[in-house]
């Protein structure tokens, strides 16, 4: 009888563990199905989200906002509904594509480089120019970052390097394979891999009075119809070559059969001619790095030439990418609206070369927004500013101003900014610690600059709180 009982106990305690293991298992199961559920709320990404007993404000990740009627976190749609300042920053955000975002320390994320190439259309270019110089080509707004001289094989390495604009140092059109060249090699493989580019009219200028002139003629009208080209190399140092005198009479000779595309002279900036100055439409000054006022010549050109566009030619050779992106916002701030890099007689199979080169134009092409935005003179400003340094405040898409301080001296150089109050609180970069800014309130303050240094100032007039 014992051993009856005994028998029905085990029983009963192995039935009883048998159940429990069953529950478990289904809660296991019931979890596992609810992470599942959680976790195709957590892939939803831009979806509304909803925590398990609503959400309360703060808790939203990602620049979302809490909405109270329903608990569930949303994209923003105004600025109200960013809320108030934080509290440690004292920033209020602002609702930008349906984030909201610190507009001061956040500002440099939230400027929308270019996409790679110049987005050609399939119809010949339309080049214009705005009342302060800058290009639009077929109605887009354009800064050109050039590189002259360049052959074919070498167009991919200058789209990838953030060049939109290649330079041919080509004759035309003495002979029939220099005018193929352009027509067959340069223009197609520069339109092939989404490249601006600008070729020579033709070349020599006394070419005009050999029996080719009709051919010439020909040749203008066909390649100016061509997709890529943006501007005629009209004349190319043609003071230091001994053609200055020629140049107008090339002018005259194909003035009626050019199609609408500039007629750039490329000169050195202290080589004045008033025979040039009056057929350029497209000044494109080219700066001489040695000297140290070197990027005032724009201002030169500029005050000589009136309306006419100024752009500047750079020279490559033996410079470092900082030295060759102080001299290039240097010449932005004193108005030039194009940059092209001279590479002259430099291999560009070297690897160094392209590393140099691809710093510095990457570096102008992550912020060609701000090279075509608005100027903002009254900003910032300099209680003393040297000869070599100067300030540049642009106004980006009316939230955000930044400002470069750039010294392109060859001594270190200290300065006194002073902000104008509705551009506090903000935040500082220099060149050294380009990943990080530092959030900053005084309205006076002092930086130094070693040489070829550049500071970035990022400021956006914050929201009352609330929104």
């Known amino acids: 009888m014992a051993v009856r009982i005994l028998c029905l106990f085990l029983f009963l305690l192995i039935m009883i563990g048998c159940s429990s293991s069953g529950d478990d298992a289904a809660d296991g199961d019931r979890e596992s199905e609810t992470g599942n559920e959680e976790g195709g709320d957590r892939d939803s990404g831009d979806q509304d989200e909803e925590t398990e007993d609503g959400c309360s404000p703060g808790d939203c990740g990602d620049g979302l906002v809490c909405d109270l ?71 887009t707004p354009i800064f050109p970052i050039g590189i002259q001289p360049i052959d074919p094989s070498r167009f991919e390495e200058a789209k990838a390097a953030g060049v939109n604009l290649v330079l041919s140092n080509h004759n035309c059109c003495e002979n029939t394979t220099e005018l193929n060249y352009h027509m067959q090699t ?19 200028p006394q070419q005009i009075n050999t029996g080719n002139r009709l051919t010439l003629l020909q040749s203008i009208v066909d390649r100016g119809n061509r997709v890529p080209l943006l501007f005629w190399i009209g004349a190319d140092r043609a003071i230091s070559s001994g053609w200055a005198d020629d140049i107008p009479a090339v002018w005259t000779f194909g003035e009626n059969q050019f199609p609408p595309k500039p007629f750039a002279i490329m000169e050195d900036s202290q080589q004045q001619d008033d025979q ?8 494109i000054a080219t700066l001489d790095p040695s000297q140290s006022e070197a990027a005032l010549e724009v201002s030169v050109a500029r005050n000589r030439l009136g309306d006419t566009p100024v752009w500047v030619r750079i020279p490559i050779s033996g410079l470092s990418s900082q030295r060759l992106k102080a001299l290039a916002i240097h010449a932005i701030a004193f108005g030039a609206t194009g940059i092209i890099f001279d590479a002259g007689e430099m291999d560009l199979s070297h690897k160094d070369t392209w590393e140099t080169l691809t710093e510095a134009t990457r570096y102008l092409r992550d912020r060609t927004p701000l090279w075509l935005a608005n100027r903002d003179d009254n900003a910032a400003g300099l209680a003393e500013a040297p000869v070599d340094v100067t300030l540049l405040s642009v106004r980006y898409e009316n939230k955000t101003v930044i400002t470069f301080i750039v010294n392109s001296g060859n001594s270190d150089e200290t300065l006194t900014v002073s902000l104008a109050s509705e551009q506090l609180p903000f935040c500082l970069s220099e060149d050294s610690e380009d990943t990080s800014l530092r959030l900053t309130r005084e309205q006076s303050f002092t930086i130094n600059l070693e040489p070829n240094g550049i500071a970035e100032i990022h400021s956006a007039q914050a929201s009352p709180a609330g929104g």
């Not at 340069?186 to 020599?204: G, N, S, T």
């Open 186 to 204: 340069f223009l197609p493989q520069a339109q092939a891999v989404d490249l601006f580019a600008a070729v020579r009219a033709f070349w020599p």
């Open 276 to 283: 040039l100055d009056q057929i350029a439409q497209l000044y």
């Open 69 to 139: 009627q329903d608990g569930r976190c949303k994209r923003c749609t105004t600025d109200l509904d960013c809320g108030d300042p934080d509290p440690i920053t004292g920033i209020t955000p602002s609702c930008l594509d349906g984030r909201c975002e610190d507009l001061v320390c956040g500002s440099r994320a939230n400027i929308s480089a270019p996409s790679d190439g110049a987005d050609l259309p399939s119809s010949p270019l339309q080049p214009t120019f705005d009342a302060t110089g800058r290009l639009s080509v077929n109605n």
